[in-house]
């Protein structure tokens, strides 16, 4: 099946600075979803990407749908002490005759260093 | 707007006992997923309906596991006889989907526990 490769697996971050993680994939996708969980929750929309290139930014989240269509990026900017938990990139594959179908990344948990 | 709910919340069963989860999705969100996600790991495709059809089940451990969404709207999963490996979070999402924008929303799970 498709696999997304997602990185950092994890990553400790200090108050203030800024984050970066990405996802890879073998596969063309039409859409990529950043997701981020907390324990014990589901995990919640935070950007959507629809086209090639494009570069959207949500506060201090600015996510990029790489040119391959194959990757994209998430970047955190000043992060703060609520921005841990765990990130997920989701690819999207339209197909019209049976749905579609998102593929997730392994994930990029984000911790506060000591 | 209320989100994706489900119940419960957590269930702890013993092995070969049989559970159930229910899940409300968004207003107006034709398709339904069911995920399972293990502890590490990203969520799972189990099953996915569009109204009340089912789209895509390949991932879906027949022999025991089950679903059904029988007017379009609410669903339920069910496992039975559950095995030790089922232990995982069972999440319930839906989506909308306008022109080529897309966007799929997650309830906040159940977390079950086989003994």
């Known amino acids: 099946g498709q696999q997304l490769n997602q990185s950092p697996q994890s990553m400790f971050i200090q108050e203030g600075e800024d984050v970066s993680m990405n996802c890879t994939s073998s596969s063309i996708f039409n859409t990529w979803l950043w997701y981020k969980q907390d324990p014990g929750e589901g995990p919640v929309l935070l950007i959507a990407l629809y086209k090639a290139g494009e570069l959207t930014s949500n506060g201090r989240l600015t996510a990029q749908f790489g040119i391959t269509r194959k990757d994209s990026f998430l970047n955190i900017s000043a992060s703060i002490p609520s921005d841990v938990g765990i990130y997920f990139c989701?690819?999207?594959?339209?197909?019209?005759?049976?749905?579609?179908?998102?593929?997730f990344g392994g994930g990029t948990r984000l911790m506060v260093k000591p | 707007e209320a989100g994706v709910a489900q119940s419960p919340r957590y269930k702890i069963i013993e092995k070969r006992q049989s559970v159930a989860f229910w899940c409300n999705p968004i207003s107006g969100h034709a398709t339904l997923y069911w995920y399972q996600q293990i502890l590490g790991q990203g969520p799972k495709l189990l099953i996915q309906f569009q109204n009340n059809g089912v789209v895509d089940d390949s991932q879906l451990p027949k022999d025991r596991f089950s679903a059904e969404r029988l007017k379009g709207v609410d669903s339920t999963l069910k496992i039975q006889p559950a095995k030790l490996e089922d232990s995982a979070v069972y999440l319930c999402a839906s989506s909308h989907q306008a022109g080529n924008r897309y966007e799929q929303y997650f309830g906040p799970g159940t977390r079950l526990t086989v003994t």
């Open positions: 989701a690819g999207l594959r339209i197909h019209n005759n049976a749905g579609n179908m998102l593929t």
